[in-house]
């Protein structure tokens, strides 16, 4: 992380607007898993791998590149 400039810094609970930015994130995952689960919301597990490979294959102009870049370290080669 330090590699980046990424400061790690832990937030309590009851103040979750200290971590602004994992809120935000949370809340684009939770969005796509709305959308691809529909009305049978038991199987969001089945989908998480899929939402999560969605979210980090997205560009974020925040950062200025896809999050599976500063997961990952390398660009993703998507299939044709």
């Not at 989908?47 to 870049?69: H, M, N, Q």
Request: charged content about 20%; some cysteine.
């Amino acid at each position: 992380m330090a590699k980046y400039g990424v400061t790690h810094r832990l937030s309590t609970s009851y103040h979750p607007q200290t971590s602004g930015q994992v809120e935000v994130t949370n809340r684009g995952l939770k969005r796509i898993l709305e959308r691809t689960v529909g009305e049978n919301r038991a199987s969001w597990t089945d989908k998480l791998e899929d939402a999560l490979w969605a979210f980090r294959t997205a560009f974020k102009t925040s950062v200025g590149c896809i999050p599976y870049r500063l997961v990952y370290g390398k660009a993703c080669h998507l299939p044709l």
